[in-house]
């Protein structure tokens, strides 16, 4: 599975940002899916998952703010993100994961996703 992101970009605190990843697996539809992100010098936090059934998952940090959408027909993953604040800066990246149905606590475990993109840059400025 080849994951690619885009979308990313610089805005302002408050600003918005809709960050699309595109699946080249036929079977996209079977994949469960997630975004991680990473400041630099700290480590990947999951930011938000989504399954096959269309559950989704989010940290505490984006709940309000961020939300995750799938589209099976289209092979894409987004991540629409409102009211962006500086701490939000990172660069993220999309994974996928061929199994899903995992505990809630679980779900934003990156070591659970085999397989990741390169990742697009997302700067908040205050």
């Known amino acids: 599975v080849q994951l690619v992101e885009s979308g990313g970009g610089s805005v302002q605190s408050g600003g918005s940002l809709r960050l699309s990843c595109a699946a080249s697996q036929t079977t996209y539809k079977t994949l469960s899916m997630g975004w991680f992100r990473q400041a630099p010098g700290k480590g990947r936090e999951g930011v938000a998952t989504?399954?096959?059934?269309?559950?989704?998952t989010y940290a505490d940090s984006v709940k309000g703010r961020f939300t995750v959408s799938r589209d099976n027909l289209k092979n894409t993953l987004y991540l629409e993100m409102n009211n962006l604040k500086p701490e939000d800066s990172g660069m993220y990246h999309c994974a996928a994961d061929p199994i899903d149905g995992y505990a809630l606590f679980e779900r934003l475990d990156e070591d659970r996703f085999d397989y990741w993109g390169q990742g697009t840059q997302v700067t908040v400025s205050s």
């Open positions: 989504i399954d096959t059934d269309g559950s989704t």
